[in-house]
């Protein structure tokens, strides 16, 4: 939040929130037994939750503690624990770990999202405040690129089938708009492009980290 003067003031850690800070409350919306399923719905801003019988709800963005992110994958890639690995496989090794190491994972990221539940019916919603569309619409630093603008685009995208399993890369170009923002997004030199739900979304969109150029159409005096 900020307070009269505009200032940022930050709110609970994650550390601090999963210490407890902000129990008995009733604010909770569900339960995971993986503090880092947790931090990736948290980092898609957005999610589907599955429940044991079946059943599932959406949730989306509603709000952050304030903290800046800090990639937890990176940190471990810098310090020489993992090698470079899709985002996906990342998750499976945070997940693979014994909980006590996995929660003080996920700590490293003191950023944490809060969500509120969405109609399940409805596809997720970007920061402009439009459902977002599949493979078109894109996440920018709104500090660099303006939201609500149209582009294009040509890079590298990651190919996979129904079963999620990657299967090569291929290149393409397209039309896009900017639609979102992200946490994780920030500079210049940074988009992100929203492949939808679902096991092949998943698989393309955890391993989509190609170069590419960019070009945004703006109206000339």
Known sequence: RYDENGNLVKYYSTQEIREGKIDNQKLEIAYSNHPSHIM?????????????????????FDGANGWKFQSVQ???????????MSFKDFIKYLSSQPQDREERLVNLNPRYIFFAVKDKNTLPYGAIGYELTNERSIAIDPKYIPLGMVG????????????????????????????????????????????GQGKKAEAEASSMKASGEFYLFVIKN
């Open 74 to 84: 990176k940190i471990l890639m810098d310090c020489g624990e993992i090698p470079s």
């Open 40 to 60: 990736l719905a948290q980092i898609q801003g957005s999610s589907i939750l599955r429940y044991t019988n079946g059943d599932y709800i959406r949730v989306g």
């Open 152 to 195: 294009y685009m040509k890079s590298k995208k990651p190919v996979s089938n129904e079963n999620g399993e990657l299967t090569g890369f291929k290149e393409f170009s397209r039309f896009v708009a900017t639609q979102d923002t992200g946490s994780a997004i920030r500079g210049p030199g940074r988009i992100d492009l929203f492949f």
